[in-house]
């Protein structure tokens, strides 16, 4: 009986339930699902706003990375450029300052030529012209005075002095490419007296004076003093069989003021002077 009454009671309670189900029931579950739907849009939406923030936190990053590297850039960009300019500077200054020095050089340079050539411009003249008066007093016979010329040949041991023939006993020769002749001829066809040619054996020079000229030359020696001022020859005088000295004829006659000439066909030697 009373299990009975325990079922009944379940029952009727069910069917309370049933009946206050009813008119809330559909309503609650219309309301869960709308909290469901609201519960996911706001998580959707809170994963969108946690994206979009990420993105644009990223944003900020990049535009500041952006940034920070065209500051950068721009930096370096300009500190090659002022670096290009100094360099350029200082290599346009370097050039420039090259410049002028190798100006100056050049124009200390080309002053220095034209005062050297202009001295010698100047010496040539003067050697120029101390030639042409020498070949004008040669060429023209001096007032009062004669012309003498004297011709030896290599290998005759005859002479002529203003055609006269004279005869020697050693005939002259080559040597050093210079003309070579027995000392005391050379004397008597430049018209020194005999007293006025000496020999020293002592020192092997020989002495030879006219009209206040003197010259000596020495045996194996390149110098040849006239009036004591030493003057460099480059033929030195030697001895030949029979003990005679021998002289290079040129050094000797143009020391004395001749004019001396070679005629290589002939092997001829010609003076001239004036007494």
Do not use: H
Not at 251 to 266: D, K
Request: charged share 15%; glycine share 14%.
């Amino acid at each position: 009986m009373k299990s009975r009454r325990k079922t009944v009671s379940l029952i009727l309670v069910l069917a309370l339930l049933a009946a206050l189900w009813l008119p809330v029931g559909p309503a609650f579950a219309a309301e869960a699902s709308a909290g469901i739907d609201l519960a996911l849009d706001d998580l959707l939406g809170g994963v969108l706003g946690g994206v979009g923030g990420l993105l644009t936190g990223v944003g900020d990053l990049l535009e500041t990375t952006t940034s920070a590297l065209g500051d950068t850039l721009d930096t370096t960009t300009g500190a090659a450029d002022d670096l290009v300019t100094g360099l350029t500077g200082s290599v346009g200054d370097l050039v420039t300052g090259v410049g002028g020095v190798t100006g100056d050089l050049v124009g200390t340079l080309g002053d220095a030529l034209s005062g050297i050539l202009g001295g010698l411009g100047k010496t040539l003249d003067g050697v120029v012209g101390g030639v042409g008066k020498t070949l004008g007093s040669v060429g023209a016979a001096p007032a009062g005075k004669k012309k003498v010329v004297v011709t030896f040949r290599v290998g005759e041991k005859t002479y002529t002095m203003n055609g006269r023939v004279a005869a020697m006993d050693v005939a002259p020769y080559i040597k050093y490419d210079r003309c070579f002749l027995p000392a005391r001829f050379v004397g008597y066809s430049l018209g020194i007296m005999p007293e006025n040619i000496v020999w020293n054996q002592a020192t092997k020079t020989a002495t030879l004076s006219k009209n206040g000229t003197t010259i000596r030359m020495t045996i194996g020696s390149r110098i040849m003093y006239i009036n004591n001022m030493a003057v460099q020859i480059d033929a030195p005088p030697e001895l030949v069989p029979p003990g005679r000295t021998m002289l290079p004829y040129r050094w000797v006659a143009e020391a004395f003021g001749a004019t001396v000439s070679w005629e290589p066909n002939t092997k001829t030697v010609t003076i001239e002077y004036y007494e």
